[in-house]
């Protein structure tokens, strides 16, 4: 259900000149979910210029995130937690 949006987030906000992976994934189900689920997936603008910031250095950087799924009624329903591999591309020698 969450696998693929911090990836996704994290591309579309760095852009074409960084590598964005997801390393691993858990989730730890905490109860059944028995209708409709859902996850609050944010990235402030603050934690994307930290990660530029760490990868202007063209070294991997590791982030972990961790999100709730609720149901409608708000339980918490799992607990998932992504870690991310981001590196800013080095730049091409030119011939």
């Not at 209708?35 to 910031?53: G, R």
């Not at 760490?54 to 950087?61: I, M, Q, R």
């Amino acid at each position: 259900m969450v696998d693929p949006f911090y990836m996704l987030v994290l591309m579309h906000h760095l852009g074409h000149k960084y590598i964005v992976w997801d390393k691993s994934a858990s989730i730890n189900f905490l109860s059944p979910g028995r209708n409709t689920v859902y996850a609050d997936i944010q990235l402030s603008a603050a934690e994307i210029n930290e990660i530029k910031q760490l990868a202007e250095n063209h070294e991997p950087v590791f982030r972990t995130y961790t999100l709730n799924i609720v149901d409608e009624s708000g339980t918490r329903i799992a607990e998932v937690e992504k870690i991310l591999y981001i590196r800013r591309k080095k730049p091409r020698a030119s011939s």
